[in-house]
């Protein structure tokens, strides 16, 4: 087990921002932010912090790097998903070693793929965490996954940023949560459904784990509960799963107002596909889902997908100073035909909050950094602007897309405010 220090619950107050500046990155790419609490004025300052203070834990840290671990599928029936967020995480990683690194030292990636399958994932924390010794962990896409890794990250004391949004009903010291949990999203979109599209009735589909049944499980109390609708059906199909012929017939019998979809990775290329051959299009059929970024839309097409929504914090079509700038430089390290969905964005934050956190802890010890972490802002998100709570969810807007035939998505609603975490609101557990 880890080296671990008390640490009583983290109480920053709200609104310890992170100074974000800008630098034009080698061999051509667009500016970018750098993110650290101290600004770069004090970098110099917090280059000089010796190794024997910065790392009291025995991490893999010396005075010139410090190693860090990426864990996602690259393989198997999740690879459509979360290819995106090792690109993004590897771009932030780039940018802050390209300004400096992260209190003077350049940062190293080990990278582990956990396969699409739980127990691997499981097993390649624990190497990256004990054997490796990784100072945090960028990693994980389904719940499945993160619900695997968890108990190894709680015993290590480990440190792991997760990017997906979620169905909540969790909150751990040693993670930080950088997607949205289920009332961020699933409340605020359902609510946009009943009052933007007159949607009474839902027919509530999912993959067979734990986020989709989670999340529908919520979004049917909120529906019956609270909007006082109806639910008309709910079907779960395993990962991977290519055959919907039954459950679009069952939704032809049903004829539900909408269509609440949380169906993951490779399978919605099957799904998708199928409903339009099955002559259920956006012409005749509202349709929401919440699982379906542009990432999956390359697989999709966008002709089978078009005029669908999506409940979203990220759409890659966000028009604001700060997305052009992360859009930009990723196309020019992944190809113009790249795209970015909301779980990618998510993954390029958590390197940037790590950074901050370090720098304003003036330590990697993973205690330090996580007490440093509630109240950190970053005002440079692509997304436009997210902060940290004490609950170690992120605060942010949630938005509704509609797709195009382009693969991308218009924002056509998106919340007045930044939506507050709320991991376990009473009412729907």
């Not at 993160?146 to 009903?169: H, S």
């Not at 529906?223 to 709910?234: L, R, S």
């Not at 949630?398 to 609101?425: C, H, M, W, Y």
Request: proline share 4%; hydrophobic share 40%; net charge positive.
């Amino acid at each position: 087990m880890r080296d671990k220090e008390k640490s009583g619950s983290p109480s920053l107050a709200d609104g310890d921002a992170v100074s974000l500046q800008r630098r034009r990155l080698m061999q051509g790419m667009a500016s970018l932010p750098v993110a650290g609490m101290a600004g770069m004025a004090g970098f110099a300052h917090a280059a000089n912090i010796p190794t024997a203070t910065a790392n009291t834990t025995k991490l893999a840290v010396t005075d010139t790097e410090v190693i860090v671990g990426q864990l996602h599928s690259a393989t198997g029936t999740m690879a459509i998903s979360e290819t995106g967020s090792i690109q993004a995480e590897q771009l932030a990683i780039d940018q802050i070693n390209a300004a400096g690194g992260v209190l003077g030292r350049k940062i190293k990636v080990i990278k582990e793929d956990g396969a699409s399958d739980w127990p691997t994932f499981a097993e390649k924390s624990k190497k990256l965490l004990v054997n490796d010794r990784v100072a945090a962990v960028f990693g994980c896409w389904t719940s499945a996954s993160r619900k695997a890794v968890l108990p190894v990250f709680e015993k290590e004391n480990g440190l792991l940023y997760y990017p997906t949004f979620y169905e909540g009903l969790e909150q751990s010291k040693n993670v930080i949560y950088t997607g949205q949990e289920a009332t961020q999203q699933i409340i605020w979109g359902l609510d946009w459904a009943a009052k933007q599209k007159n949607a009474k009735s839902f027919f509530l589909i999912g993959s067979d784990y734990i986020w989709p049944r989670t999340s529908n499980k919520i979004a049917r109390k909120h529906i019956e509960n609270f909007q006082k609708n109806k639910v008309v059906g709910e079907e779960y199909y395993p990962l991977g799963h290519t055959n919907f012929n039954s459950l679009i017939n069952k939704i032809k019998v049903a004829k539900p107002d909408c269509i609440y979809a949380i169906v993951v990775g490779g399978s919605n290329v099957a799904f998708y596909k199928q409903l339009k051959a099955a002559g259920i299009t956006a012409d005749k059929q509202f349709l929401l889902t919440i699982s379906v970024t542009e990432d999956e839309v390359l697989g999709i097409g966008g002709e089978n997908i078009a005029g669908f929504y999506a409940a979203m914090k990220y759409f890659q079509s966000l028009d604001n100073p700060n997305n052009k700038t992360f859009v930009d430089a990723f196309k020019a390290k992944y190809g113009a035909k790249s795209v970015i969905g909301d779980v990618t964005q998510a993954g390029y934050l958590g390197p940037w909050l790590w950074k901050a956190a370090v720098e304003k802890a003036g330590s990697f010890d993973v205690d330090k950094v996580v007490a440093a972490s509630p109240g950190l802002e970053l005002k440079t998100a692509p997304e436009g602007y997210v902060k940290v709570d004490p609950n170690h969810h992120l605060w942010s807007k949630t938005r509704v897309g509609l797709a195009q035939l382009d693969g991308q998505f218009k924002v056509v609603a998106e919340s007045p405010d930044l939506i507050p975490p709320n991991p376990f609101p009473k009412g729907y557990q």
